[in-house]
Nanobody, 119 residues
């Protein structure tokens, strides 16, 4: 599975962005998908995940109520809608894929897309 993330950019605090992650291959619908982020000087952290059927989602506490993960299996794409953005959301965002929704380590990673939130 090859992943291509896009949609990052510069936004003011309180604004919104939607990230997209396009996947290659015909088996996208069988993979759980996740979004991670890495801020400058910090370790990469989990943001959100979604199972293959969109029946289960999970979020880190700091984005609950503000971010929404979704997927369109017909388009081989997973999304991260980010609302009420804060300066602390500034990071490079990565999408990832794995067969196991409960995985502790994703098998496939895309390149990052930079999100910068100005105060």
């Amino acid at each position: 599975v090859q992943l291509q993330a896009s949609g990052g950019g510069l936004v003011q605090a309180g604004g919104s962005l939607r990230l997209s992650c396009a996947a290659s291959g015909r088996t996208f619908s069988s993979y759980a998908m996740g979004w991670f982020r890495q801020a400058p000087g910090k370790e990469r952290e989990f943001v959100a995940s979604i199972d293959w059927s969109s029946s289960r989602t999970s979020y880190t506490d700091s984005v609950k109520g503000r971010f929404t993960i979704s997927r369109d299996n017909a388009k081989n794409t997973v999304y991260l809608q980010m609302n009420s953005l804060k300066p602390e959301d500034t990071a490079v965002y990565y999408c990832a894929a794995d067969k196991n929704y409960l995985t502790r380590g994703y098998d496939y990673w895309g390149q990052g897309t930079l999100v910068t939130v100005s105060s």
